[in-house]
């Protein structure tokens, strides 16, 4: 006969945190709140929400970085263009399943910041000097998936 003792959720926590996320939903489904270890779940919590939000700047910046390269890297346009379209593209698409209203809120307040992070990358990427200081896009533009800056034929954006 196998005899089961009590799991301490905060050791558990310390050994396997996998196993504690396990164990912590099973206490959740079966409503046993006041054996959950509030503690931990408050910090998983909390880290949960700033992954995510983490996750949906980081995409904002791949658009922004390769959006730059598409409209401003003349010298490799011809060889990487439609490189850089499908990262915009997928992208755009991963950040739309992400994408709630608080943090597109977020993303909207963030964006300078965003831009700059992104403006920093392709400056050393490409050595460009002539990337704008200020974003030139607009949020909805960047999320727009048909949604590209037009260039004219001498490689100028109209």
């Not at 006041?34 to 980081?58: A, F, P």
């Not at 399943?97 to 963030?110: A, H, I, P, R, V």
């Not at 831009?115 to 607009?138: H, I, M």
């Amino acid at each position: 006969m196998i005899v089961s003792t009590p799991i301490n959720l905060k050791e558990l926590y310390e050994i396997d945190d996998y196993l504690w996320i396990q164990e912590t939903v099973k206490l959740l489904k079966e409503k046993k709140f006041n054996e959950l270890d509030l503690d931990n779940l408050i910090e998983e919590l909390d880290d949960v929400g700033k992954e995510r939000r983490k996750k949906v700047e980081s995409l904002l910046e791949q658009i922004i970085r390769h959006l730059l390269l598409f409209q401003y890297w003349h010298e490799e346009r011809d060889r990487c263009y439609r490189h850089w379209q499908g990262e915009i593209f997928s992208f755009r698409r991963q950040l739309k399943k992400d994408l709630t209203t608080n943090f597109y809120n977020y993303l909207s307040q963030e964006l300078a910041n965003i831009y700059d992070d992104a403006w920093g990358y392709v400056t050393r990427k490409s050595g460009l000097k002539n990337l704008p200081e200020k974003c030139p896009y607009t949020l909805e533009e960047l999320l727009d998936e048909n949604w590209l800056p037009d260039i004219n034929e001498s490689g100028s954006i109209e």
